[in-house]
């Protein structure tokens, strides 16, 4: 039976354009993780256009026989939203948005780059002031040199709906400077904001710090609710977690805190990484990082080089790392302990020394994971706090 009180979710197409180097089924599951940003975003991606280019077209991204190919069934299904896996220059934009938007003034296509849809879905996922403040600065950098005319990005940002009438050039450059004042506002803000965060930072520096890390998606949120106890939201979405967390923990006589952050993703928009600066001091300033690793995945390999690339660029790449290899029961042939010595080996080779097989779902290791944890953390409290005795390894001796 059809719900007719149901709102009907837009619909879009996707768009890649490849080199011909990558495999099929690394293209796929890139234009998988898009859908699922898609779906993230409230659209329902209804088709797939993949053209092979040894480089973009400067004008249009993809081919003139493609971009026909596109606007031909944009047309015929209604298509609202046009969605592309990589980001596009404000130039391909405005020509992309006039191609689509040709004779239809009751009915505007919207073209959308990865960086744009990733913004979108922050701007709906941010919670505190801290969040909204940096996606809202990172939504407007990313804005200003892509205004058109036809532009409605704006609107939604501002909570309107649909487009200003007769919006033309004077009124593009008055949008411009409007952004340029909002950015300043903004940096002013984040700065206020951070002069707190560096306040309460200092306040637990005799404490060590735990923070989780990995890509979107993977279950580090339903991790953090099963180490800390807490109830941090966690559901089978990407980009769940925007805001940081931070919760006390104690395993044994030891405190520690552990915070959740925002998950990775390949390209990542550049100003989205600048605009959380602050929030991803977490991560920056942590002791130990928890590198949660979704294990049933087919490319989780690519994953992890996804977010030690990203570690490294925000200066986090140096802190001791737990490779925490999730989802353990969605994989066969892990309770074989020679085939877990083979992983562990191989990851010890790319750098890992530290790995615990787990699942967040089933608990299964999750205990053994905590024993992992607390060695490393005694190691950083001790430097803390030089006279503590481990009363517990004491008693074995």
């Given at each position: 039976?059809?719900?007719?009180t149901a709102p009907?979710?837009?619909l879009a197409v996707l768009v890649s354009v490849v080199s011909g180097r990558e495999s099929d089924e690394l293209v796929n599951e890139h234009l998988d993780e898009l859908a699922f940003l898609t779906e993230t975003a409230g659209i329902d991606a209804i088709k797939r256009f993949v053209q092979k280019l040894p480089h973009p077209d400067v004008r249009s991204f993809v081919g003139k026989g493609k971009l026909e190919e596109?606007?031909?069934?944009?047309?015929?299904e209604g298509v609202l939203h046009v969605i592309f896996d990589d980001d596009l220059s404000p130039s391909q934009l405005r020509n992309l948005e006039k191609e689509f938007n040709v004779g239809e003034e009751e009915r505007k296509v919207r073209v959308f780059d990865r960086s744009l849809l990733i913004l979108d879905i922050f701007l709906m996922r941010a919670q505190t002031a801290q969040a909204r403040t940096q996606v809202e600065l990172a939504m407007n950098q990313y804005l200003l040199p892509r205004l058109t005319r036809m532009w409605t990005h704006l609107e939604r940002q501002r909570g309107g709906t649909g487009t200003r009438g007769g919006a033309g050039e004077r009124?593009?450059?008055?949008d411009r400077?409007?952004?340029r004042f909002r950015i300043s506002i903004l940096k002013d803000e984040l700065e206020k904001i951070e002069k707190q965060r560096v306040t309460q930072r200092k306040s637990r520096s005799n404490v060590?710090?735990?923070a989780l890390v990995g890509y979107t998606n993977v279950g580090k949120s339903t991790l953090m609710n099963l180490l800390s106890k807490s109830d941090v939201k966690a559901e089978n979405r990407l980009f769940a977690t925007v805001d940081a967390t931070v919760r006390k923990v104690v395993i044994?006589?030891?405190p520690f805190l552990l915070s959740d952050t925002v998950g990775f993703i390949r390209k990542l928009p550049h100003h989205l990484i600048e605009s959380f600066k602050s929030t991803l001091d977490e991560v920056r300033e942590a002791d130990i990082l928890l590198h949660v690793v979704d294990m049933a995945h087919p490319f989780h390999d690519n994953q992890i080089e996804v977010v030690s690339k990203t570690l490294a660029e925000i200066g986090a790449g140096n802190i001791p790392v737990i490779l925490v290899l999730n989802k353990m029961d969605r994989v066969s042939g892990?309770?074989?302990e020679g085939a877990w010595e083979t992983i562990k080996g191989r990851y010890r080779e790319q750098g890992y020394q530290k790995a615990v097989l787990v699942s967040a779902t089933t608990k299964q290791n999750v205990d053994r994971l905590r024993r992992v944890i607390i060695e490393e953390v005694k190691k950083k409290h001790m430097l803390i706090y030089p006279n503590y005795v481990d009363w517990e390894a004491a008693a074995q001796k």
């Open positions: 039976m059809i719900n007719k009907i979710q837009p596109i606007k031909a069934f944009v047309v015929t009124e593009i450059e008055t400077r409007n952004i060590v710090r735990v044994g006589d030891i892990l309770e074989d």
